[in-house]
């Protein structure tokens, strides 16, 4: 199996930035994807970015522009780069690594990301 050791989140003021790592270890051949999804106080979970090999992302509209994903595939870490946030980022952030032939998928335990004044 795979696990995903998450870190990066925390504290930060509008306007500020944060970087969130997220790295794979375990049984990691053939991850197709990697990225975060966040899940705000009261609402549903959702994608924010994806990656597929190490040049392929996909971020979501709420944060084009401002988020940038990349991935490392010899330290199968991926990392979310988050630039000017707004308290509406506010959320957890959870790590997902999908391996499609497996039909698996797999999460990071979370991390706090607080964009308060």
């Known amino acids: 199996q795979v696990q995903l050791e998450e870190s990066g989140g925390g504290l930060v003021q509008p306007g500020g930035s944060l970087r969130l790592s997220c790295a794979a270890s375990?049984?990691?051949?053939?991850?197709?994807?990697m990225g975060w999804f966040r899940q705000a106080p009261g609402k549903e979970r959702v994608l924010v970015a994806s990656?597929?090999?190490?040049?392929?992302?996909n971020v979501a509209e709420s944060v084009k522009g401002r988020f940038t994903i990349s991935r490392d595939g010899v330290k199968n870490t991926v990392y979310l780069q988050m630039n000017s946030l707004r308290p509406e980022d506010t959320a957890v952030y959870y790590c997902?690594?999908?391996?499609?032939?497996?039909?698996?998928?797999?999460w990071g335990q979370g991390t706090q990301v607080t964009v308060s004044s």
């Open positions: 997902y690594a999908s391996q499609i032939w497996s039909g698996k998928n797999y």
């Open positions: 375990g049984s990691i051949f053939r991850i197709d994807a």
């Open positions: 990656i597929t090999g190490e040049s392929r992302s």
